[in-house]
Structure formats: C-alpha cells, structure tokens
C-alpha cells in the first residue's frame, strides 16, 4: 500500500522526531536544565522540608487544571499530547536554568545605572527580556521539531501558555521557599499573594501573547506579507516584555506592604489586576478571534462534506458547538455507556480529522479523504451496534433542534 | 462491543527539503547572547569556588558571577553582590547564642536600615559542617523600595555568624539557590 502521508496519524506529529535537528537540541537544554533546576531546587528543600513539600503540592494543584483548561482551549484540532508536555518542560527545565545562568546582566544594570537605580528598576529592566525570550524559544523550538502542528495562532497560544506555566511553576517553588521564607505558612502567604491574587496574569499570559505572534507569523504565509507578519510577531512578543516591566516596575502599586491583614489581602488582588488586567483583556480577545477563526477554518473546510459519507448535518451542527458537543457526550454515556460515549468521542475527533486531511491535499478526491471518510462512517456504525446508542444520538438531535428553536 | 474498525495506516514521516539547521542555528546563537552576555557582564566577579575568608573565623566559597567587597572600616564583615542581590556576611567573635545573635542584628542592623521592617517566622536548621542555625525571612522599606531578605545566624562554639541576604522584591527567588550554597557550605569558627 503506498504510504499516504495526508493520513491524520501522518498529521499528527509527535515530540519525539530524531530526524530534525531541533529535537537534539531541545534535548540537550532541557536534559541541561533538569540536572540544574532539580540541584537547584533541592537544595532549598534544605529550608524547610515541609514547606518544600507543600509548595509543590500548591503548584501542582493549581497548575494541573489550568495545563488541561490551556490544552482545551483549542477547540477542534488538539496538539499532541508529547508536545504540549514538551513546551511545559521547556519553561519549567531548561529556560529556567538558562535564566539563572543569565543573572549576570543585573551586574551590568547595576554598574551602568549605579546601585541605586538598579534597586528600583533592576526587576523591570533584565527578567522581562530575558525572560521572555528564553520561554518564547520554546514554542520556537516546538515549531521547529514539529512544523506541521503550529499552524494557526490558537495552536501558537496553547504552546506559549504551556512554556510559560512551566516556567512559573518552578518560579512560585523558588518565591516560596526563598522570598516567603519557606515555611509552610510563608508558602501559603506565597501562594496566596502569587497564585490566588496575581496567577491569571504572570508568565503564562506573557508567553501565550508570544506564542500567538510565532502561531501567527509561521501560519500565515500564504495570506500576509513577511514584513507585516513579522511586524505582528514582534508587537506581540514586545507587548509581552512591556506587560511584566509593568507587572515588575515600582509603579501603580496601591497595594499594602507585607504583614497583610485582612483588609490588604482584599486590596492585594485589586491592585494586582490595575497592573495585569488590561494584558488580560488582550490576550482574552485574541484567543477569542483565533477561535473563532478555527470555527470558521472547520466551516470552510467541512462544507463539501456535510451530508456525505463522514459527516451528516446534524453531526456537523453538534461538532462546531463545544456545548454540544459536551452535551452529546453525557446524553450518550446515560444511555447508552461509557464505552459508546468514548466512541462517540472519537468519532467527532475522526470528524475534526476529516477536516484537517481534506484542508491539507491538493484536490478533493484525494484517497487519504476517501479513506478519512470511510474511517468517520464505520465508527459510526460501530457505534450503532450499541443498543442505546442509537436512540440517544436521536435524543441529541431531537434536543439540538429544540434548542435551535 | 464489537471490535472497533482499525484507523488508517500511518506512514513514515516525510524528509523535508529546506534546510532545517539554519533556524536552529539562529535559536544557539540567541541563547549564546544571552547566555554569553550575562557571563561578560558578570565578568568582574570573584572566580567560583574560591574560598574567601571573613574576619578570620567564617569561611565562604560563593558560586560564580558574585562580586566580593570588604566594606571600609569593617574587618569582620564582607558584602557579596550579584546584580540587585546581596549578602552580608559578618563574623561575630566569642561565644554567642542563636537568640541573643539574632535579637541583636534585628536591633542594631535591620531596624535602623529600614523605615518599616517585618519579620517572618523564626525556623532553625544547622550549616552543612553541623553548627546550629536559626533563619527568618524579613520585609523592609527603605525609600519607597520593599526590600526582601532572608537572615541566617549560625552559633559556633567560639564564634558566631550572621548571612544576610536581601534584594528588592522579586530578585531574591532567583539568587536563593547560589545563597542557599554559599550559607549552607559556610564554615564557622
């Protein structure tokens, strides 16, 4: 059988590519930066073992949802697993150490502008431009291994987010054991003042916004001229730095100085949003209209096959809507099982496959989108055989419409 | 449940013809300016592991990138900088005790520094040699700037030790692991 290499599994590409060279370097920083940032962070369980241990549970539990809120955001065509935790690993292992190995550009703040200035400005002056370029390589890096899987901006916003939220778990570990004091109460004080007050705005909305402008610069080649799209990478990478100088800078702040009494903790996250939620607010909208974008590349990319063999009408309706979609799922599971739920689930993700395959060949009637249909249309009729499951994919429809109007 | 259809077959990944070194020569040559830049620019600073000797009972080996400076007029005390970062480390002589150590430094050093000064929690642990210590993480402002720091007192037999590391808010976190060596590896008395 010839190798058919607009399959989706050909599509899909993994972490794990020997053939390109980016991989091996990749490797190498990030094999670098464990041996590093485990010494590293080691030693300071020294501190405190209980406030170490309690740290990492504090990160975990927060970082854990929001790794599976970023992954999810890409509504349709969801990135390889290996690569999303590869981007995580970059921030968290090897732009981390390379960011204390960088420390040496505080000595040179501080010997041009003299001590003093370097006090005040110094945190706004080095950490934000080395920083981000040092987490923004990763998702450069994750292009680099695997160039097929960043080709929209959204996918460039998940990569970036996870780079970043690799990056400030291992950073809320150092801020608690080191500026909080490492006990188990300064790492709640550090959880509290950095996560609960401050999390939505650090080092993952900065390294999104650069991921956005790598998504955007490396997928719109054959709409927008190089110098535009490198003019809206470089805006969005540069709206990055300036949004943690800001966050970084002694200015705006309103806020109480430590100890925090109960009214100050009120005040903390009012005065920590005056300074990151204008940055929100931008990367909300962006990640709005690169979703609605992919809505739209779904729309134009499914309507010769609406109706056919892959996908129905009704099915598409279902599939565009993550309420829908959700919805199905959960009526299916009721009905008729999980295991008629998991194969609905994976009929929808063949679907979103389908769409991908035929936006990719060159005409058509390309084979890989007759052989992507045929897929779509056994599973569907595998999911038929389940008694229940008919009856329930009826029900979604019947209740669609209903919600329809 | 019948047995699911099987997907369709996956094929080899397809060599690319561009030339696939040139970016990634470009991400090397980022990092090298980064990396390098830092190092020159630290490049004043006392070479690592070499052991450095303070008032004649406290034995210090810092990291590299940490310049060392013996203020004026203070022979029992030594200042390592690295950026915003300091340390002050000060060889107290005769026996002392860890409370009286720290009740001491808090009165005649940390207050008068700072126009407001907070302590955190006291916690004791011991130096690698063995020699007991107590530590506490303080936040000050001296003006209109919060200072971090994290004071560590270490109590020999025949002499005593302060290690204060302090750094505007934000920049201590990234020093803690060269200052956790550094105080950690210390010899006293």
Redesign the interface.
Known sequence: MTPDRFSPQALQRSLFQPREPAFWVYLVFVTYGAFRMIGALVQLSEISRSGWALSWILVIVYALPLCVLIYRLDLYEREPISLAIGAFLWGALAATALALDAAGWDQLVARVLGQDVATRWGPALTAPLIEEVLTGLGVVMIYLIARDEVDDVMDGFVYGALCGLGFAVVEDVLYFMASFGGSPAGVFEGFYVRVVSSGLYGHVLYTGLTGMGIGYLVSRREEVPLARRVTVAAGLFLAAVLGHAIWNAPVLDIAPTPPYGVADRLILPIDLAIKGLPLLLVVVLGVSLARERERRWLDRSLALEIGGEGISAEEFVILRSPKLRRRALADMRRRAGRPAAGLLRRLQREQVNLAMVVSRVPTPDDPAVARQRGYCRSLRDALAAIPGASSAAADATVERRSVDG | ??E??A?????????RREW??L??LA??A??AL??G?????????TPAGQPLLVGGAVRIGPPS?W?AAEPPGAPQELVL?????TLRVIAVPGPIGLDELATKYLAEVLHPRFD?V?I??P?V?SLASGVPTL???Y?G?AD?????G?ATFAAAPTEGAVFDASA??????????D???TI?GAEVG
């Not at chain 2, 900088?81 to 970062?85: A, Q």
């Open positions: 449940m019948s699911l259809p997907a369709p077959p996956s094929p080899p990944a397809t060599p696939r070194w970016p990634v991400v090397l980022v990092i980064i990396e830049g830092g190092t020159l620019a630290g490049a004043s600073a990138g310049t900088t690295r950026g915003t970062v407001a907070t955190g929690q916690s642990g530590r506490f993480g936040v402002v209109g700037v919060l200072i971090e994290v505007p808010k934000g920049d201590l976190a990234w020093a803690a692991p200052l956790e060596s950690r």
